[in-house]
């Protein structure tokens, strides 16, 4: 839906998924993606967050959120972050913690 959204708009994007066939579905539709765990520094610097302006992070959990946040920012002080919540706990926890200034639920 993000990929969709930003390529409407003629945002150049790298997706990074996890489930290998949503990767190959995104990239049979032309999407620059990635797949793996963006957990893992490696596969985080597949996107190139030291050349990305936004980061958006649609994750499953919010600690793992931070973990990429934390690692898109050390490649990239000045890059600004979008998030998926799921409660507000995790709202908040991406506010205070890892620095997200856009949190949606």
Known sequence: MVARALAAHGIAHVAIESDHGLAEALRIDGVATAWGDATRLEVLRAARPDKARLIVLAMPDA????????MAR??????VAAARAHDDADADFLTRQAGVGLVAR
């Open 63 to 70: 600690a793992s959120c931070r973990m990429v946040m934390e």
């Open 74 to 79: 050390a490649a990239n002080p000045e890059i």
